[in-house]
């Protein structure tokens, strides 16, 4: 009924078409400017706090096990989106203001990290109990089979289930419109609320996300084949 009615209706076709070819360039920019900046540096972020927080989570130290327990806990037990609106709209109720995109970055970061770390542990404990005893046999400390020899190995098995979650990151940024960050979504939103022509716009964002993860998953498709040469089939 709905797609009857445009192509039944010349007029309205053409200015759907005109609304979709003057909101691509917005959209883009807003992919250019925030949506991928958003999940670079959230992902660069987490992936240090998920390396941090892997080595406290299988430490001999307790402390650190239990806080590192904690944090993955409270991340992964409440929802993104409470998460972001706590950091944006509840800090400055005691007195702490960030900006919206930073709000977006430490949330994002946080969440990531928490789930990353999953991954990374389990890749590290995978490895062969062989492995540590070689490194050791060869006068290697801890921190140093860590780097060397355990690290390595460990990144190669946790690289594809973190490259999904990259590609899952692109579209979770569409959440940092609701604390008003100018990302692709925002600015369908923002386009929509002007013409009404919702679905046109959201469709045309969904697009725009398919085609940057779907690029993405080219790149981890190469990735991953160039990783399988060091292994033995």
């Known amino acids: 009924m709905y797609l009857t009615s445009i192509f039944s209706d010349p007029d309205r076709l053409e200015r759907m078409s005109e609304i979709a070819q003057s909101a691509l360039l917005p959209l883009v920019k807003g992919a250019l400017y925030y949506t991928i900046p958003l999940t670079l540096i959230s992902f660069s972020v987490g992936l240090i706090i998920a390396i941090l927080t892997a080595l406290a989570r299988i430490s001999s130290i307790k402390p650190l096990q239990i806080i590192a327990r904690i944090y993955v806990s409270i991340i992964r037990g409440t929802p993104l989106l409470v998460q972001l609106f706590i950091i944006f709209y509840g800090l400055p ?11 977006a970055v430490i949330g994002f970061s946080l969440n990531m990290g928490a789930y990353s770390s999953e991954i990374i542990r389990a890749a590290i ?32 098995v946790s690289i594809p289930p973190l490259s999904n979650s990259f590609i899952s ?35 045309q964002a969904a697009l725009l996300y398919w085609m940057i993860c779907f690029g993405l998953s080219l790149i981890q498709g190469q990735l991953e084949r160039r990783l399988d040469r060091y292994v033995a089939k």
């Open 93 to 103: 109720s005691v007195g702490i203001t960030i900006d919206s995109f930073m709000a």
């Open 169 to 203: 990151l692109v579209k979770d940024t569409s959440l940092a419109s609701l604390i008003l960050v100018a990302e692709m979504f925002r600015k369908a939103q923002e386009i929509a609320a002007t013409n009404y022509e919702f679905l046109l716009l959201y469709t």
């Open 125 to 156: 404990l995978s490895t062969p109990k062989g492995q540590w005893e070689a490194a050791y046999s060869m006068g290697m400390s801890y921190p140093q089979a860590l780097k060397r020899i355990i690290l390595p190995q460990a990144s190669r």
